[in-house]
């Protein structure tokens, strides 16, 4: 019997009950990697001999009576979490011999949980891309099309992923990292609320691994179905030991609803700066189907949605702004006062004082208060991740001159993250679901926004519409 595309959860239950052992999950994953990585290139840094080490232990804990959340299960990680021994370069060549003492908050928690660490997943330099490549390790490619991106800044993850190697991964978001590749790939990924999971550990390799608290960027679970995101979130959620006490654990609410039918969905397939591709609003049309068969109140419009353009606007303030902080851009040239485009705002974020992100961050606070309005009123919001499914390889030197393509129609390649901002500027928590595939056979994912710390929610949305609309489809090798 194959496993490796067998979810974390009926892993475990087959461990339980003695029908495989982590040692053979371990080679079967390893053997496949070994067999299939070659042209997708998802696993940057192999760590297969304390992998499988590992699985000896695990297997020795459960014949002793241990059960773990997920003793024994193969998994992957993100490069830009450290983890003792390994390199922690996120692609930039002066950190290529940088290696870490310890482990990541959530790599403790991972182990602690008794996973099997197969190995780092490949990165944008500097996680500052749409897809996955760089200088030290190469370009991972998308496993339904090689041609293809896998997505950034987590597109190393959701390719393992869909290509069967480990069971669920460690991924991180800040412009979509996680739910642009799950959708590019075909996969599941959550964005945590903000602040829900420690993220010490997951900082570039020049900067002391501190309990710092991040703005924008969160953390998170990558896995093939939803009650897998959820069983990893529950190992993920919590505050940084050094900052609270190893006692404290934040328990967050369940979700509002059991049942599909009782759910309240504001839909959303038009941004006013940015067209939707057909084929992704194909997808977002699917999950309204799906949710309106089932009895849910779906809507179309709410005068309650916070300004789709401002809140464009001040999300790609907060990004670019804080971006540039962490790693300095050169001379700049201002655009005209008249330019109102989102390329204006990137460039004159750049330039931004502390006043101007003090402004920006004041305007956040109020989106943050219409959210909490809207969600009085509706459970979630379905919308998409990105226009297009995912795109071919363009490793342009100036990703400012990179365009995307809509339907035929070119545009700024950092507009397409308008979607994947309209959750990550007010912290909000948003899983990112499979919705079907383009006619050119790619995958198309939908995400579901839900309220800030009622994560449950929209994890719990994504599972029944699994069963409705199907879920993860492993791609023709």
Not at 326 to 350: C, E, W
């Amino acid at each position: 019997m194959e496993w490796n595309y067998r979810s974390a959860e009926e892993l475990t239950t087959a461990m339980r009950a003695g029908e495989v052992t982590s040692v053979e999950l371990t080679d079967e994953a390893i053997a496949r990697i070994e067999r299939d990585d070659e042209v997708i290139n998802a696993i940057c840094v192999p760590d297969f001999d304390r992998a499988r080490a590992a699985a000896h232990r695990a297997d020795q804990a459960r014949a002793h009576g241990e059960d773990r959340p997920l003793l024994g299960v193969p998994v992957t990680v993100k490069e830009s979490y450290d983890i003792a021994g390994l390199p922690t370069t996120w692609g930039m060549p002066p950190h290529r011999d940088y290696v870490p003492a310890a482990d990541a908050v959530q790599v403790s928690r991972l182990k602690a949980a008794g996973a099997v660490v197969l190995g780092k997943t490949n990165v944008p330099l500097g996680l500052q891309d749409i897809q996955s490549f760089n200088e030290i390790y190469g370009t991972t490619t998308n496993p339904w099309d090689s041609a293809r991106t896998s997505g950034g800044s987590s597109g190393g993850s959701a390719a393992a992923l869909a290509s069967g190697f480990g069971a669920l991964s460690l991924g991180s978001d800040i412009a979509g990292s996680l739910r642009t590749p799950a959708h590019f790939c075909g996969v599941y990924a959550h964005k945590p609320t903000v602040g829900l999971a420690a993220s010490r550990g997951m900082v570039p390799p020049s900067e002391p691994a501190l309990p710092a608290e991040l703005d924008l960027a969160v953390v998170g679970p990558m896995a093939r179905t939803a009650r897998d995101l959820a069983l990893l979130l529950d190992v993920m959620a919590g505050p940084d030991p050094l900052t609270l006490g190893v006692a404290y654990r934040l328990a967050l609410p369940p979700a509002r609803h059991e049942r599909l039918g009782d759910f309240r969905v504001l839909v959303l397939d038009e941004h006013p700066l940015l067209p939707t591709g057909s084929a992704v609003r194909a997808g977002v049309h699917r999950v309204a189907a799906a949710l309106a068969d089932a009895g849910a109140r779906v809507e179309w419009h709410s005068p309650l949605l916070p300004d789709l353009t401002e809140a464009a606007t001040l999300y790609m303030q907060l990004l670019i702004s804080g971006a540039v902080a962490r790693f300095p851009l050169g001379s700049l040239q201002l655009p005209a006062a008249d330019d109102q485009s989102l390329n204006a705002v990137r460039l004159r974020a750049m330039a931004f004082s502390h006043r101007n992100w003090i402004e920006a961050n004041t305007g956040r606070e109020l989106h943050r208060h219409g959210w909490r309005q809207l969600f009085t009123e509706f459970d979630a919001v379905a919308c998409p991740i990105t226009p297009t499914p995912a795109f071919p390889h363009d490793h342009t030197p100036n990703p400012m001159a990179r365009r995307i393509d809509i339907d035929g129609a070119e545009y700024p390649y950092f507009d397409q993250l308008v979607w994947a901002g309209l959750a990550t500027m007010p912290g909000l928590p948003a899983t990112a679901v499979p919705a079907g595939r383009s006619p050119e056979g790619l995958p198309v994912g939908v995400q579901l926004i839900g309220p800030m710390f009622e994560d449950r929610t929209p994890l719990r949305l994504a599972e029944l519409l699994e069963r409705e609309i199907g879920g993860f489809q492993a791609p023709p090798r």
